[in-house]
């Protein structure tokens, strides 16, 4: 799905918060300055940026998701092989891993976030709750005006699950993250099927369950001809009819689970894993091999159902009982897998100092991460709907990669150039900006000088 995104900055030392008999009066809650960022996790967040990128194109921008099944099966079935290739290795690596990347980097802002308030002596809660309601809005703005596939407005209001959780012991933010992501994902397939459940027989859930599944069908492709051939005014319109019909439904359900990550971003925080990488250096490289595993085994599992429908062997319908309670949990599990894969594996890398010069140069887009997303969405809508170049259901999957590489490579250019110049992205000066309840200095001062890579 969409996005996304990890927003926040990120100081480079945790700092304890002063002694509560001698602590001063609460200074000013202030932006990052640039000095005090942690270009690691820049250059983590551009990670994401471009995978989340990826993922919005392949499936949603690109029309591929709303395709009848019929048209769908033929296509796939001709399907060049560079596409078929490209397809199972975004299936695997990209699907769901990226979208986590950034969940977990949201988590962990709001434990940097709460660190400098402490630090400060003041409360955490009126500034992140502003912070949260501005974000919300831009979410809604973006929602109904440009795509249903924002994660804006759902980030803004599961953020406030971190409130309750911030003092929490270690151990108990690991027990809620691992209830939120691994069995959450079993209610949530009770939730959907539900309808199936309290049927009076068996044939009768099967037939509410077809029934719900041809509606969905019929939505999509109500929503492919109208992004196909509408206006931007048609598309706006049909946005909100398919956000409320179908997708609220979907963003409602998960959103749990996605707070789960969080929560693990939240511990990450606590723990000063990124503050300190040579003392956790045994840890990560713990996590790569851990993650890169249960990535495998993860994946696999949605992998072979994916093949038993391709082939025929199984259809949606006639896929045994038991299958959704188990695919549930291990999809998370890969996705899961595979982003603490990608975090170990980049933290690791950035101690090298050849590593870290080639990986920096990814940190301005992650800087901008807020920026470039939405700019981002504005591209792929001008190039693929039909009131911009109408390139919807044009390309196969790989034609997809090479223009997310494409149009990435431009922002991260652009984001070096701009942020030569200003200390924030143009969104992320509004969003500040607003929170702060004051305009924030935008363009650089003399004497400012970027951040430095860190090596820990």
Not at 197 to 225: H, V
Not at 264 to 282: C, E, I, K, P, T
Not at 309 to 323: I, N
Request: hydrophobic share 55%; proline share 5%; aromatic share 12%.
């Amino acid at each position: 799905m969409a996005i996304g995104t990890r927003l926040w900055r990120f100081p480079v030392t945790m700092v304890p918060a002063p002694d509560s008999a001698v602590q001063a009066a609460p200074a000013e809650a202030r932006p990052v300055d640039a000095s005090e960022r942690l270009e690691l996790l820049d250059a983590l967040r551009g990670f994401a940026l471009l995978g989340v990128f990826v993922s919005n194109v392949m499936m949603w921008f690109s029309g591929r998701v709303f395709r009848p099944p019929a048209v769908a099966e033929a296509a796939d079935a001709a399907a060049p092989l560079l596409d078929t290739v490209t397809q199972y290795a975004y299936e695997i690596l990209v699907s769901g891993k990226f979208i986590t990347l950034f969940s977990f980097l949201f988590g962990l802002g709001f434990a940097v976030q709460l660190s400098r308030a402490e630090a400060r002596g003041a409360s955490i809660v009126p500034l992140y709750s502003r912070r949260l309601i501005v974000l919300f809005g831009m979410g809604l703005m973006h929602l109904f005006l440009l795509w249903y596939g924002d994660i804006l407005a759902s980030y803004a209001v599961m953020g406030l699950g971190l409130l309750l959780l911030k003092r929490r012991s270690a151990r108990t933010l690991l027990i809620i993250a691992a209830a939120l992501c691994f069995i959450w994902p079993i209610i949530q397939v009770v939730i959907i099927r539900l309808p199936r459940i309290m049927a009076d027989t068996p044939e009768a859930g099967a037939a509410l369950m077809k029934a719900a599944r041809e509606r969905s069908i019929a939505n999509q492709a109500e929503f492919l001809a109208v992004i196909t051939q509408g206006s931007w005014l048609n598309v706006v319109v049909q946005n909100a009819r398919y956000y409320l019909a179908d997708f609220l439904t979907m963003i409602a359900v998960s959103s749990p689970s996605t707070l789960g990550r969080f929560v693990l971003g939240l511990w990450a925080g606590q723990q000063g894993l990124f503050h300190d990488v040579s003392r956790h250096s045994r840890f990560f490289r713990r996590l790569l091999g851990w993650g890169l595993a249960a990535g495998v085994v993860g994946s696999s599992a949605g992998l072979t159902v994916h093949l038993l429908l391709r082939f025929k062997l199984y259809t949606p319908e006639t896929l045994p009982l038991w299958f959704p309670y188990v695919l549930a949990p291990m999809r998370n599990l890969g996705q899961l897998g595979f982003a603490a894969a990608y975090v170990a594996c980049i933290t690791l890398l950035f101690q090298r100092p050849v590593w870290q010069r080639l990986l920096a140069i990814l940190a301005p887009a992650g800087r901008m991460a807020l920026t470039n997303y939405l700019s981002q969405t504005v591209i792929s809508l001008l190039v693929f709907y039909g009131f911009g170049l109408g390139q919807v259901g044009k390309h196969g999957p790989f034609a997809c990669v090479i223009f997310c590489l494409g149009i990435f490579s431009v922002q991260v250019l652009w984001s070096h150039l701009w942020l030569a110049r200003f200390r924030f992205g143009p969104v992320e000066w509004a969003w500040r900006s607003l929170t702060y309840g004051k305009a924030q200095p935008l363009r650089r001062a003399a004497s400012d000088s970027p951040p430095s890579p860190m090596t820990a």
